[in-house]
């Protein structure tokens, strides 16, 4: 357990990426959850994206959300972007960190920003170019990384050329998306131990998500080779609008519990992100995946 990160940061994605694969949550809801997850410990929160209303009608009150709630100075809130107009939505609102999307998958990449795969490293390029004139931090998140449901298998070079490409870029981070849960651990161990080692000084994430049950096996392959920054979803909202079958990202709360578990700190409060995943549960009056969240932690005794 020596090798593993002493300390490993969450990013808390479900304001985002849980809540639009919700129906619409009422403006309210979402900003009381972002301020409710402002109290749990984390130090990054993705709280909105700019899309197209059409394409994503969830994210249609982004500035609203991002106007309403109350900003905590200890806290790194990003917006994701799919092109240089959200990007310029973004920056204009005030973030000083967003994120933009490749996909490894052609068709994913064409359903989901209709563009191929090269395409949108183009205007990832500019867009890179452009947050950075604003002194903006950019991170490019590199989905299907680990397989596809439209193609299946993705090449594994096809991914690391696609994040190496982003990083000559000006990238300021990489995150691996496993966007349908296809991940298995020695896929995460290959692709990542691979692209830490040609690209040490890079700061590389992992979005996983637990389609298969596979979430926290992949959060643990991922520590092996020593990535420390995860995304995780208050309990386990989430999915991908553009990928049939998709079900939530990792709860933050099951990843804060194996953290702590594994003797490495994350700086959150457990006790209270399960009271906050029990507020989110409320905002979508729906049971929610989080087995943590009905099971709670091991100290947990019967009555």
Known sequence: MSDLPARVVLREVGPRDGLQNEPPVPTADKIRLIDELATTGVTEIETVSYVHPRAIPQMADADEVWAGHRRDPAIRYSALVPNLIGARRAIEAGFTDIEVVVSASRTHNQRNVNRTPEESMEAITELIEFAHDSEVACQVIVATAFGCPYEGEVPEERVRSLATRAVAA???????????????????????GSFREASADVQVALHLHDTR???????????????????????????????????????????????????????????????????????VGRELPSRLLKAGPRTRLAV
């Open 213 to 283: 049950g596979t979430g926290m096996t992949n959060l643990a392959a991922g520590l092996e080779v020593g990535v420390d920054r995860f995304d995780a979803s208050v309990g386990g909202l989430g999915g991908c609008p553009y990928a049939p079958g998709a079900s939530g990202n990792i709860a933050t709360e099951e990843a804060v519990y194996l953290l702590h578990e594994l003797g490495i700190e994350t700086g959150v409060d457990l006790d209270r992100m399960l009271e906050v995943a029990g507020t989110a549960q409320r905002i």
């Open 170 to 192: 000006g990238a300021d981070g990489i995150c691996f998306g496993d966007t349908t849960g296809m991940g298995t651990p020695p896929r995460v161990r290959r692709l990542l």
